[in-house]
């Protein structure tokens, strides 16, 4: 029995970009660019496109190389899995992806979409890819920046065949668009077309856009247009990029994403319509429904919240016994981390020395919300050695962080943050402002109470940072200016964090995370 389910846009106000979607009998599957976090590569479920909740993470680390780990100042920051291509067939589940650190393309296949999962690796890079399989038992990755190539695979999978079939289906000189070229592949056949979407930048200025290409055989030449142009006046941020998903009744719908500043990349549901031989028209005639309804297969189905408080007392099987909902910020040092179920606390010890908020091994994230976030935590600093400091940030290139430090066997709390020097999203240039400290505050007990507040409405992209005082929450600090850029290449997260500025060894407790949405 089915029902209808109204869809607002964006479905999921939370940062889950470069999405990827299919369909298995009643259920729907997306999977989404994690980057730098652990575990990683996620999958989230769905019956009825709009709700949906986390399914599995294909990996808990990827290759444990020394950035991966934040070892030796290294890092993976605007780096790691990008642009996973999802694919059910015969039975079994494919994802892959390239890692733009170590670049190499992975396969990962499953018999069930919980795992286990399978790794394997592709011979060569294959940017953006999208995994085809052909009605002719052949099978093709389609990917690139500018030049968009199709290369057929052999029948394992791990390397292009031998002398099988290599051809560039789409180009676009840097001349004739110097913003974003074509790139963001999704390949399908439809009724005997094949389909080939696309995101670009307009030429003249950025915005971001759908592309569609169709031909009735590979070896025809693929003919394009723009398919959807619409920025659903927010901030002339344009929705592309996804996949396109059909429903157990026949109707058609895409998942994209929009630029939404600091929070992110937000999945977008739109409408799609095919007309035989010719381009499909996406929401109506090009725009975006600010209203519409989707089929439910499972009706009054209760969907786990993607973010949220946690008491930290409940003991989960995977993911290093925490909530899906949490990711480490890079691979964690187990040795540094633990989870006390009864008392209700997360500890994190230092490992190493770090010096900076960026190079902390284990921090411990959760995504911002879309318009408004706000969260609190309570952190004790008892067993912080000097030099330590324990806290909450907003994890982004240019962070911002209210915490604990202790310093000459006292204890502090302080503001301190990285100010932007360069708002330009494009730019992959790092944030090498001097993070300063704004103020500071002695503090009776080593154990406080503190709050995140965060704007993202119209792309304002303010936080601000409050401490407990006498059952009240007082800021501290001034408001931070934080904002999406290809340096960190993803949204704004809350985090819990501890590192060392000495010598390893202290550490800090975590309990009573609530999640104010």
Known sequence: MTSKVTAKNPIIPLDYPDVDVIRVDDTYYMISTTMYFMPGCEILRSYDLVNWEHATYVYDKLDSTPAQRLEDDLHIYGQGMWAASLRYHNGTFYVVFAANDTRKTYLFTANDVEGPWEKREIEGFYHDASLFFDDDN?????????????????????????????????????????NLSYEGAHFYKVNGT????????????????????IANSLDETFSGQDVLVDDRDYCGQGVAQGGVVDTPEGDWYAILFQDSGAVGRMPILVPVEWRDGDFPIFGDDGKIPVHFHTESTHSDYPYEPLVGSDDFKKQYPKYYGLAPKWQFNHEPDLSGFSVNNEEGYVALTTTKVSNQLLQATNTLTQRMQFPNSSAEVTVDATNLNDGDIAGFCALQGAYGFVGITKEGGNYYLVVRSKPLTDLTMQSFTPNNSEEKEWERIPLESPTVTLKIDADFWQMKDIVRFYYQ?????????????????????????????????????????????????
């Open 194 to 213: 094949y389909y080939l979407f696309l995101i670009r930048s307009l030429p003249d200025r950025w915005m971001r856009v759908q592309s569609c290409f």
């Open 469 to 517: 005082q006498d059952g009240q929450f007082t800021q501290i600090g001034p408001d931070h200016q934080v904002a999406f850029k290809l340096d960190h290449f993803t949204g704004c997260r809350f985090g819990l964090f501890c590192y060392s500025t000495k010598k390893e060894g202290g550490s800090a407790q975590f309990s009573q995370f609530k999640y104010n949405s």
């Open 138 to 178: 052949r099978t093709y990755l389609v990917y690139g920046n500018r030049e968009v190539w199709l290369t057929e695979l052999e029948s394992d999978l791990s390397k292009p065949k031998e002398n099988g079939r290599h051809q560039i289906l789409v180009s676009e000189s840097e001349a004739d668009n110097p």
